[in-house]
């Protein structure tokens, strides 16, 4: 799928811009904040309907503004497909082929992004928070049903601290209830952790061979995926809720002590290994970042295998950032299929052939323009 038009209204320093992209490598060249980030964001927003770098919906809208608006014609399976989103003081509204969606979740997925940017390498840097986060989006992204799910889980989460709070204090004596959600939590979790372990299943196949390749066959990936009960092989759903049942009864004091679900999804992690070391504690910056750069690849191949559409890749300042050999590798991966998005101060630094190739566009000052309409 490609963005063959972009709109924005009233959107960070944007302040009304309709742009046209080719399918292939988009080169944005501008100065520092002059609004390069802002239209990565923006297709991300577009996309997953909150952005990766803040979770205030208002920080989208411009200073004076009450609203801002993303329009976006994605081209998809042979057809343009329309798709707006609207983010105001009261809430976001999305529509897709003009149609409201009722709900965000049946909204995400309709387009398809990956964003790669220089905070990414916290993914195997970063606290376990960073790499749930990644997990839910990605699924999210290709599984409506799993974001339900996992509405539904926080909600019950939310309800069981509530609850347990209130048998902290003695202001609850009566047990039942915590009984009531604890079982519906973990059926919950156990749906969740299902699909979690698939996800990291497929990630790990895709990204092996990225990284054996990047590495210049030196290393191999494994992912596991680290979860608060005894992970069963077979993955039967019954099977996992008892687990979890049997985890619950485990702990149950010391959750009513502390107040807080001790155990579940939301406490989960993933561990990278190179040659069998964990690359969080042992590996150099480089092998850091191949990792970082072998997950977010892979997820190309992975949205591809189930959705039979390409996603659109966004790399916001990163680049530049990437070695040479890295940079090619990129390249022959995204090459004449993927449209993929560069963000940049400078040229310099980026592989000749790529900007041969690519559509250049020049930012200043939010205002976009591209330089060959230009000349
Ligand atoms: N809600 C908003 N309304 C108006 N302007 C905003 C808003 N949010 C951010 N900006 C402005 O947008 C500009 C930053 O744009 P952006 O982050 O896209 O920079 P950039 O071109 O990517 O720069 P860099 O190369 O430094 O990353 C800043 O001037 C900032 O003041």
Known sequence: MFIKELKLTHYRNYETQTVQFENKVNVILG??????TNMMEAIYVLAMAKSHRTSNDKDLIRW????????????????TVPMQLVIS??????????????????????MNVIMFAPEDLNLVKGNPQVRRKFIDMEIGQVSAVYLH??????????????????LQTKRQTD?????????????????????????????????????FGISRGLETLTIQ???????????????IIAAYLEKFDKIKEKEIERGVTLAGPH?????????????????????????????????????????????????????????????SHLLNTIQGKVQTFVTTTSVEGIDHQTLKDAATYYVVNGSLANMEEQE
Not at 64 to 79: F, L, M, P, T, V
Not at 184 to 203: C, D, H, P
Not at 228 to 235: K, T
């Open 267 to 327: 406490r989960d992690d993933l561990v990278f290994f190179v040659n069998g070391r964990d690359v969080q504690t042992f590996g150099s910056q480089g092998q850091q970042r191949t990792t970082a750069l072998s997950l977010k690849l892979a997820e190309i191949d992975l949205i591809y295998d189930e959705i039979g559409e390409y996603p659109i890749l966004l790399l916001d300042d990163v680049l530049s950032e990437l070695d040479d050999f890295r940079q």
């Open 89 to 110: 003081k009261k809430g976001k509204k999305a529509k897709v082929n003009h149609i409201e969606q009722q709900k965000l979740s049946q909204y995400v997925g309709a």
């Open 149 to 166: 799910e996992l509405s539904r889980y926080q909600k019950l989460l939310q309800q069981r601290n509530h609850y347990l709070k209130g």
């Open 225 to 239: 995926y680290k979860s608060s009960i005894e992970v069963l092989e077979e993955q039967d759903l019954s099977k």
């Open 64 to 79: 004076d503004q009450e609203y801002a608006k993303i329009e976006g014609r994605i081209q998809k399976h042979n057809s």
């Open 31 to 36: 100065e520092n904040a002059q609004g390069k």
């Open 175 to 211: 047990r039942t209830m915590l009984e009531v959600l604890t079982s519906q939590l973990s059926e919950t979790a156990g749906k969740l952790l299902i699909k979690r372990m698939q996800f990291v299943a497929q990630l790990e196949k895709w990204a092996q061979p990225i990284h």
